[in-house]
């Protein structure tokens, strides 16, 4: 029976292990030194190789090579076994399917026995964060004073679910995510050797969407390999459910543009033609990443095709910067969403539509102009106060002056309330429906008073816990350039049940008299 690609190709010396010169140099090192430890800690990502090095060091302890350098030979009849699988001394454990107390009291009473054919017994613990409390403990002791044959090596992928009482006794390896060029590099000799077709930029699709694991990116090339037509870009993205580089393109344009129908249309194309919505939203985040990286001037950590960084920087002219975070976010959620969601492609149509709503928001924000505060014929630019001088009185003190800086007044918020609403509604509906419950009162320096109709609607928007009043206070200060602050008070009613800012003898006195309407 034929192997899989991943096992045919599984690194047989410390020399092939990709990507993780860290682990087995210092391994190596170990292994000519003669200190090699009882207890080792392979943490890391799936597909890094963990248990391969596992292996590997089996290998090495046990090798029958007159040289310590050479070890381990793969020729001995030791690193054949191992090869084959066949080694009893090497004992492979998931700890996913043996993860009782019980397991573990049968491995302590089988550690007793001396190994029928190498040196030394391993035990590699695979997936050891599964184990259960009671079994941890069952094992700390054999772990601490193992005997001297025997080695443990436990992998795990979570390795913070490991406790600290057997951390402390092992070495701990960190293996890291491999680089898309680490991969391809890799596919490029697999293809090679076992004389395969494939393009150079296939491999390099392949090997990104590996996102960092080798095995995974193996696996998809064994996929591949199973038809006799080359390995090209389009068989892979066929394969990934990934969609055409051009509608990806030209989504992130209507975005920009904030032209929700073309978006939608265009991801209702691309599904159609055998794109996964996941997949759509995984390749709009990485190129959201890759114009974030491109406004804040980091080019040369991108590991994209020459064509997409090209678009990349022509987006980054005309996506505002400071939504760019939110935008990521939103297409990440969303791609989290599809795993359990009974129509993905709705999760990615409102992503996109909220995102749109955000882009256009920015646009008007930017395009509104900041008028500046309106000054008197006679009044003259005040002196900046001296040193001692007391500090303003707080808004409820000071005389109600219906002017604040930056052009921040009762009139100019009146004239823009109504795009602060739609700002306010792109990032929370309820928020939204309460703020049109309540009436703008007054401007007081920097603060904006709000008059609501009830205690009930004006305690539920300064409630910290729901945070609507920090969401308005950050659009308006975002708005007039200027860090803006709510005061909240309690209209009083008229006979007829009105607010009384909607009396219009009442809000004529606001206005030109600068009366107030003091709270119940």
């Known amino acids: 029976m034929p192997f899989a690609l991943y096992r045919k190709w599984r690194p047989r010396r410390f020399e092939e292990v990709v990507g993780q010169e860290h682990v087995t140099r210092t391994l190596r090192n170990a292994l000519r030194l003669g200190r090699i430890t009882h207890a080792y800690l392979f943490a890391g990502p799936r597909g890094t190789g963990k248990t391969t090095t596992a292996r590997l060091l089996a290998k090495a302890v046990n090798c029958l090579a007159e040289s310590v350098e050479e070890r381990p030979c793969d020729r001995c009849r030791i690193c054949q076994a191992v090869n084959e699988g066949r080694l009893i001394d090497l004992i492979e454990i998931d700890a996913a399917s043996n993860r009782g107390i019980d397991e573990i009291r049968d491995l302590r009473e089988r550690v007793r026995f001396s190994p029928s054919e190498a040196r030394y017994k391993v035990y590699v613990i695979d997936e050891a964060h599964m184990l259960t409390t009671e079994a941890f403990n069952a094992l700390l002791k054999t772990l601490e004073e193992p005997p001297p044959h025997v080695i443990f090596v436990l992998a795990t992928t979570e390795p913070h679910r490991i406790p600290a009482t057997i951390l402390s006794r092992c070495q701990r390896f960190d293996f890291r995510r491999l680089s898309t060029a680490e991969i391809a590099g890799r596919l490029e000799e697999i293809v090679t050797a076992e004389g395969l077709r494939a393009e150079p930029e296939a491999l390099t699709w392949i090997a990104r969407q590996a996102t960092g694991s080798l095995r995974d990116a193996v696996t998809l090339l064994d996929q591949l390999a199973a038809d006799e037509e080359p390995i090209t870009v389009e068989r892979v993205q066929r394969a990934l459910g990934a969609g055409r580089w051009d509608l990806v ?34 390749q ?165 008073v709000l008059a609501w109709p009830s205690e009930l609607l004006r305690d539920k928007f300064q409630d910290p816990r729901a945070k609507a009043q920090a969401l308005v206070e950050d659009i308006l200060s975002h708005t007039f350039g200027l860090p803006v602050r709510i005061q909240n008070i309690v209209a009083r009613k008229t006979r007829r049940g009105r607010p009384a800012l909607e009396d219009p003898l009442i809000r004529r006195a606001v206005e030109d008299l600068g009366a107030q309407v003091e709270e119940e």
Request: aromatic fraction near 4%; proline fraction near 10%; hydrophobic fraction near 45%.
């Open 284 to 448: 709009l985040v990485e190129h959201l990443r890759a114009v974030m990286w491109i406004q804040w001037g980091n080019t040369e950590a991108l590991d994209l095709p020459a064509e997409q960084i090209a678009a990349a920087q022509r987006h980054a002219r005309t996506l505002p910067p400071e939504i760019l975070p939110r935008l990521i976010r939103l297409f990440t959620a969303a791609a989290s969403d599809m795993r359990t969601a009974w129509q993905p492609q709705l999760a990615l149509e409102l992503a996109f539509v909220d995102a749109a709503l955000a882009c256009q928001q920015a646009r008007a924000t930017r395009a509104a102009p900041t008028p500046a505060p309106a000054l008197t014929p006679s009044a003259a630019p005040s002196a900046p106060p001296a040193a001692g001088t007391p500090s303003p009185l707080p808004p409820s003190a000071a005389p109600a002056t219906g002017a604040g800086a930056g052009g921040l007044t009762l009139e100019t918020l009146r004239e823009r309330w109504a795009s602060i609403l739609k700002a306010v509604r792109a990032q929370s509906l309820p928020t939204e429906a309460l703020l049109k419950s309540c009436a703008l009162h007054s401007v007081e320096g920097n603060t904006v």
């Open 249 to 282: 393109s030209q989504m992130i344009e209507a975005l920009g543009e904030g032209e929700m129908a073309r978006g939608l249309t265009l991801i209702a194309r691309a599904v159609e033609e055998g794109a996964h919505p996941q997949q759509l939203a995984r």
